[in-house]
């Protein structure tokens, strides 16, 4: 997917932190604080792509996605409150991508689909993802809180 960017991170992140202002994640603290892991994630590791494997455009769009990508699930924001704000269609196709929406399909099931798009950007956003929920200090908050 060629990305034509006319949203910036500064602002998405702005409209995202709004939007899920009033969320809370599974281990009790604010909702973005995962968000922001993820986008973290992706800034790091997106450097070590092998070159010539995302163009700039994409890499700038992998970070959008990363700390957007729960919007449409969440059902924080719909496409057309993305495009609006700036979003290419690019973008609001891979946040609808990463949407596991009703009715849930099995999980495994859904990651293949994602697989499956062969987009590096969704697969990359959604790896960073699993691995927000999979830091030590996210599994002992959510653990203490199932106690």
């Given at each position: 997917?060629?990305?034509?960017?006319?949203?910036?991170?500064?602002?998405?992140?702005?409209?995202?932190?709004?939007?899920?202002?009033?969320?809370?994640?599974?281990?009790?603290?604010?909702?973005?604080?995962?968000?922001?892991?993820?986008?973290a994630t992706r800034r790091a590791s997106l450097?070590?792509?092998?070159?010539?494997?995302?163009?700039?455009?994409?890499?700038?769009?992998?970070?959008?996605?990363a700390i957007g990508h729960d919007l449409i699930?969440?059902?924080?924001?719909?496409?057309?409150?993305?495009?609006?704000?700036?979003?290419?269609?690019?973008?609001?196709?891979?946040?609808?991508?990463?949407?596991?929406?009703?009715?849930?399909?099995?999980?495994?099931?859904?990651?293949?689909?994602?697989?499956?798009?062969?987009?590096?950007?969704?697969?990359?956003?959604?790896?960073?993802?699993?691995?927000?929920?999979?830091?030590?200090?996210?599994?002992?908050?959510?653990?203490?809180?199932?106690?």
């Amino acid at each position: 997917m060629a990305a034509i960017m006319t949203l910036s991170l500064e602002t998405f992140t702005a409209f995202v932190r709004e939007r899920h202002a009033d969320q809370t994640s599974m281990s009790g603290g604010a909702y973005i604080e995962h968000l922001l892991r993820v986008l973290a994630t992706r800034r790091a590791s997106l450097g070590s792509l092998p070159a010539g494997m995302l163009s700039e455009g994409e890499i700038e769009e992998a970070l959008l996605v990363a700390i957007g990508h729960d919007l449409i699930e969440d059902e924080k924001a719909t496409e057309n409150e993305v495009r609006a704000i700036g979003g290419s269609e690019n973008l609001v196709t891979r946040l609808t991508a990463l949407a596991r929406m009703e009715p849930k399909p099995v999980y495994q099931q859904w990651i293949a689909g994602i697989v499956e798009t062969r987009d590096p950007v969704l697969v990359i956003v959604k790896l960073a993802d699993n691995l927000g929920y999979s830091s030590p200090t996210v599994e002992t908050a959510v653990t203490r809180r199932r106690l």
